[in-house]
Structures are given as structure tokens and as C-alpha cells.
């Protein structure tokens, strides 16, 4: 038996006509031999409208209460979608999350799920149902209701669809059905000149879609991936094929970059002047992670004097509460918190950027050209993020996608591939560092659980740190347009800002061409400030860990500071993504830190 999972977003059951219309198309589906599983958002702007309701009531309503609010805006979606099959004279179904059995924990407002039972699900489709069930909603061990987070129907769509494999039905697909027929290299919204993709790989979507391209809740990438699950988004308006979101085929490391995304919630925290030991960004952080505030770009400067500056950014909606959770320990530590600045975030990214020289200084000589200015730099795998003033950001993403022809045909979007669907190759994370992805999934107590599935230690690399640059546009673009004529790989780059007007920039460069990228540094620093100063080091060691969804579990930060803290191994360097965390720390360090790293997230 195949099933198909197709999931309406909010608009695309916004009024009576697109119910309908969605109504025709799951009846299609059963039609053409399939059994078929609906999952609706709240329709149109319902969900929006709720929280001004509950804001009208309070400015700061229980997290319990809202969940039992907002649910109700895909109760009264699937009730209408059931009647409006029927009405078409097919069998249908509605369920609410509590009903099909979705599980999660109670972490009202961005529950995760923990277990699905398909027992109800599978009775009612066997019955010859189509079944109806509302995205967004789960309940917890107490009976409490729960919401997944904004966007979040998309996950459960493909969680629906993992669960159902792992049932043991053989074939099942997802439909992601939308006001776009598909994923666009940018948000067409913001950028016209936008590109329809036809193919883009689970990696680089969950970048994107965690990086901002709000076309997909990041956490509906991580179910698919992890248990494979095909999906598709397309428009519910039109029966023109959409994307294919997969695993990664050879063909897409063949260019840079595949899609750039703009985040507008973001706030970058500072602390300053705090001392520079072992466990001090363990303290921080887990202080965070205790509260689930989700860590974004870390950024902590190498550090002089004794002193570091820790740079990060956090959503906009968990500010107060960081700052709150900050303030005593950044003061017992003899540091201050900084004024908080109001900034956006750019990113490209792309699964060609492994393997390619001179991706960064691409994305920064755009931005400078367009004379903006880069607060803090961080790499991940295969992505490139830089926060920039709120006010430059649409102006840096049009910059950034054109630099990089997304607007142009290439294959996979436009364009044919080679070996069109199948799957050609794994998803390859750090080559073998991806470790056993399969076996570390089979280990999960709850289907959301984080999944860590390697640590690798590289120590073929360097570091090069210049302190004091002056803090202008367009001198991270020299630096890294000598390095990139010299042909030199660029793994990972740290930029922070370290005190008024001025910036630090560290980058990893393989050892062998340490010396070049040293040299080509120095004398180009030397031309912007001839006081600013350029160090090379060639004793670190890098620890990748790799698995899926790292950014957004706020324990995977806390445990990794948190063994390193406790062997008194010092972090000189973080950069993290979804698929990838890695650290720089001494390289007589190095295999002691694989080791406890390793215990740490149970891999031994
Ligand atoms: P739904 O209610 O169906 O879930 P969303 O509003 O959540 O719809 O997602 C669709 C919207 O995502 C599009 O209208 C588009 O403006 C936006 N979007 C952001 N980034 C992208 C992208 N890279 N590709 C396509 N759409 C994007
Ligand atoms: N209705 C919820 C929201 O607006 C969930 C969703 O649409 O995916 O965020
Ligand atoms: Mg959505």
C-alpha cells in the first residue's frame, strides 16, 4: 500500500473555494490507488490573529493557555476539510493531534514530538477514509495540549509520513502544498528575480530553512531526513511540479551556492570583558540552553589580556529572557552585557562550498560593493552566515543572490541533472565523520530526539587570527580576495567585534598553505591599518560533530561546552549549523577532546 501525506498551508484553505479545492485534489490522490493522510494549518491568518486576541487579554499570557488557544485554529480547518471530501462524496475523517496520537513534550509552544501512534490512523484509512489531521498540535504525558511552533504543521505533515514508514508501510510520500510552487533560491517575496529550484538536497534545505527561508519549518527537514521520508513542496493552485527535497546527489556540489536566505528576528547579544577560561562559555550557554533559548551565531573572540568577548544572536521573542538569565552571571564574572543591536541575518548556502575556494570572499565582496558593513561572520559545513545592520539586510540578500546568478538556470533549477531522482549518493556529511547516521537514529527514544551521529578531530589545519582590524566595510573582503587568489580553502571564519571600531577575524586554512594564507594576510592588514596585527598558529585541532538538527536542540552547545569545560579544554574557535558543529582547540588537546566528546554524546 503507498501513502500520501499532503499537507495545506494557511492560505491555501484561507476560504471556501480553496477547501474545496484542496478537497479535489486529496480525492485525486485516493483516486489514483493511494491512501490518503490531510494535515491543515489554521486558515489564512487565524493562528495571527489569535495571539493579538490572547494580547489583548495579556501582555504575557501562560505558555499552556496559549497552546489551548492556538490549536483551535486547525480544529476548525479540519473539521471544514473533512465535511468539504464528503461533500464531494468521498469518505472522510477528521482528527485533532490528541486523537491520531501525537506526543510531545511539554515545552509549550515549541513542543517537540516524541511519538506517534499510527494504530488509529492506519484503522481509519483501512477503513477506506481519507483522514484529516490538524498540523501543529500535540499533547503531553499530562493530556495538556501543545503547539510545535509558528510554521509548524509542516512538521507535522512529515512526521506523520516518518511514522507511517516506520510502521512498515512501504511507500510514502509528502506534499508540501503552498502559495509558491515550490522552493525558490530566495524568497521570491523580497527578491522577484528569484529562481525556482526543481531538486535541492535535505542539508542544504534544513541551512535555508533554519537560516530563514520561512517556505518550510526547518524541523519538517529534519523528519525527512532522518527517516528518508520524499517530499515535495508545490503550489496548491496549479499542478506544475514543485521541488523535490533529497538526498544529496553528486551533481549538487557542481556550483557554490544553491539558495540564499534573509532572518529579520534576530538580536545579537554581546558580553564583553569576560575572562578567557575554560568553562566561562559553558557557563553562558548553558545557562541559555537551561531556559531551551535556541543559540544562533556564536562567535567568541580569541581573546587578549585574559579577556574575551562572547558575540551570539537569539531570536528577537527570547531576548528579555536571555538578557535576564545573563545579567547576574555576566556581572559575577566581571564582564557587562553590551547594548543590544537590531540586525538581520544573510546567508548563502550550498553543498558545492566543501570543496571550493573563494565562496566567503564572493559573499563579502558583494557587500562591500554595496557598502555594507559586516557585524560578525560565521561559517557552518556548507552554509555562510553575516549579520548586518536590520536596515541593510533586503539591500545585502539581493546583492549576495545576484553575486552568485542564482536568478540563472543551472541544473536543478532550470536546468536538466544527471540521474534525475535517484539517489546517487548519501548524504555525506565530513566524509566519514557522518558516521552511521542509520544506527544513530535507530537509538532514539522520541522520533524529535537530537541525533548525533560522528565526531571527528581534523589536525590538518591552521589558524590565522588578525586582531584590531578596523571595523569598516570592505576589510574582511580583502583579506579573503588575497587569500582566495591564492587559491587557498577557507574552512572555517570567526568574525567578532571586539571593542568600539574594531574587529577580530580568525580563519582555518589547511596547514600545508598556512604559510601563504599567513603571509597574504599580514601584508594586506598591513595596508588596511599597519597597527592592527596577524598571528598564525599551526598547533590546533578541530573537532567536527555532525548529526541533523544541531542548531535548533539547544542541549547539543550545552553538552559539548559542558565536557570540554569539564576537562578544562579551552574553545579558541565555535562555528555551527544544523548538520555541524566544530570547535578549534589546542592541538595537544586534540584527541583528549575526541575522546570525551565522543563519551559524551555516547558514541563509544
Ligand atoms: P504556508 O502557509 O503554506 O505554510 P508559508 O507562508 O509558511 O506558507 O510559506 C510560503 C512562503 O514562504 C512564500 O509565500 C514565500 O514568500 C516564503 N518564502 C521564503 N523563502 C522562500 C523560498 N526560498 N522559496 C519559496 N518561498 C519562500
Ligand atoms: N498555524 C500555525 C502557524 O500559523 C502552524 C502552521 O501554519 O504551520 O504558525
Ligand atoms: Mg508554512
Known sequence: MSVVVQKFGGSSVANAERIMRAARRAIRAKQAGNQVVVVVSARGDTTDDLIELAQEISENPPAREMDMLLATGEQISIALMAMAIQELGEQALS?????????????????????????????ALDAGNIIIVAGFQGVDEKQNITTLGRGGSDTTAVALAA???????????????????GVYTTDPRIVPEARKMDKISYDEMLELASMGAGVMHSRSIEFAKKYDVPLMVRSSFSDAEGTWIMPEAAWMTGFPVCGAALAKDEVRVFLENVPDRPGVSHQVFAAIAAKNIAVDMIAQSVGRDGKACIGFTVMRNDLNLTIATLQPITTELGGSIAPVEDVCKVSVVGSGMRTRTGVAEKMFAALTTEGVNMKMITTGDIKISVLVDKADGVRALKAVHHSFALEKARPGAGEETVGSLEYQTKTIIRQDAAGDLAQAISRLAGMEDIVISGVKLDTNYGRVTSFDLPDQPGNCSRVFQTVATGHILVDMIVQNLTGPGRAELSFTAPKTDLTRALKRTQDVVREIDPNARVAGESDIAILYVTGVGMRTHTGVARTMFGALASRGINIAMINSSEVCVSVVVDADRGEEALECLREAFKLT
Open 95 to 123: 482528527f485533532t493531534g490528541v486523537q491520531v496520537g501525537i506526543r510531545t513534550d511539554s515545552t509549550h509552544t515549541k513542543a517537540r514530538i516524541k511519538e506517534i501512534s499510527t494504530a488509529r490512523m492506519r484503522e
Open 163 to 181: 511514522a507511517l514508514k516506520l510502521s512498515g508501510i512501504e511507500k510514502v510520500a509528502c506534499e508540501i502544498y503552498t502559495d509558491v510552487d
